[in-house]
């Protein structure tokens, strides 16, 4: 996966992305989640391969399911907006789950919106309950510095969503 990195970005070698492309599948192949997480992004941009956004999406699931966060997101955006394939709320939601557990900021507060929205898979039977849970990722997410986070969690504060309203709260975050 070295190899194919000093192709792409031609630091050490001359840049050659077909290369670079053949290198990360390589390592893809032997199921390195890294180099499937690129072999994704390589399909996805059609850099060294003709574009194929059903291929990047396979090799960014192989990665996901590896654990790795990045692809995770990547997966979860597309089950989120439906475009490559079928929109899907559960699974959105599970993979945003997946990567904001991990601790990324990007996920927690993706993961939020879906509480919020009520659009995490289950039946919105609780309401509060999915208030409180948007409002904890929101802050975990904010915390981090995500300053869609901050916003929304500011906003939790002023309108008491899933907290007590806190006017003074809301101002810090603001």
């Not at 997946?98 to 039946?123: C, H, M």
């Not at 904010?142 to 709260?169: N, P, W």
């Amino acid at each position: 996966n070295h190899l194919a990195g000093f192709y792409f970005s031609g630091e050490v070698v001359p840049k050659d992305d077909q290369l670079a492309f053949q290198w990360t599948q390589k390592a893809a192949e032997q199921g390195l989640p890294m180099a499937q997480r690129n072999l994704a992004g390589f399909y996805a941009n059609g850099t060294g391969v003709e574009k194929d956004e059903v291929a990047a999406f396979q090799w960014g699931l192989k990665a996901a399911e590896q654990g790795d966060v990045e692809a995770q997101i990547y997966i979860a955006v597309h089950y989120n907006q439906g475009k490559i394939v079928k929109k899907d709320d559960k699974q959105a939601f599970y993979w945003f789950k997946q990567a904001a557990e991990q601790g990324n900021p990007i996920a927690q507060f993706n993961l939020g919106q879906l509480y919020l929205k009520g659009r995490q898979g289950v039946e919105k039977n609780e309401h509060k309950v999915y208030e409180f849970k948007a409002y904890e990722w929101f802050k975990k997410s904010a915390e981090q510095g995500h300053g869609g986070a901050q916003f929304s969690l500011a906003m939790c504060y002023a309108r008491g969503i899933g907290v007590t309203a806190d006017e003074v709260k809301s101002k810090e975050w603001m």
